[in-house]
């Protein structure tokens, strides 16, 4: 079974793909620090052509998507962050669904369905909507 660890070039990535490797299976890791939607959908389809499972962690909270403030720190762009990582995940789930994907995996936060709607937790929860109208578990 091969399965694609998809990272924003971050730490987090290559250990995941070293445990899962470690783990008796094949992987590869796909690093889009820009998210899955800057590489060309060829680029994608490529990397996930005879992919069982697709472990999505591209999509973190970057300086990119919002201001530094030094009263609040980073101040999230909340309707840039979600386009983004809704483009981003749009991408990769039309992928994963070409290549036969059988497996989806991303990066959220336990019970994000309790917790306050806006910015980074209505990001994740608009990508959990997406995951499941999917149609890939």
């Known amino acids: 079974m091969k399965d694609v660890v998809v990272d924003g070039g971050g730490l987090m990535g290559t250990e995941t793909a070293l445990w899962v ?8 890791l796909v690093q889009a620090p820009d ?4 590489a060309t959908s060829d680029e994608v389809a490529e990397a996930l052509r005879g992919c069982s499972v697709v472990v999505d ?3 973190q909270p970057s300086a990119g998507i919002g201001t ?15 386009d983004s990582w809704a483009r981003s ?25 309790r ?9 994740l929860r608009n990508r959990e909507a ?3 109208r999917s149609g890939i578990p």
């Open 57 to 59: 962690l591209a999509h």
């Open 115 to 123: 917790v306050g709607s806006e910015g980074v937790f209505r990001a």
């Open 21 to 28: 490797r470690d783990h008796g299976h094949e992987v590869a």
């Open 68 to 82: 530094l403030s030094e009263d609040h720190g980073l101040v999230v762009d909340e309707a840039a962050l979600v």
């Open 130 to 132: 997406m995951v499941r």
């Open 89 to 113: 995940t749009g991408a990769l789930l039309r992928a994963g669904a070409a290549a036969g994907v059988l497996h989806h995996v991303c990066l959220s936060v336990v019970g994000v369905d």
């Open 35 to 38: 998210g899955p939607h800057a």
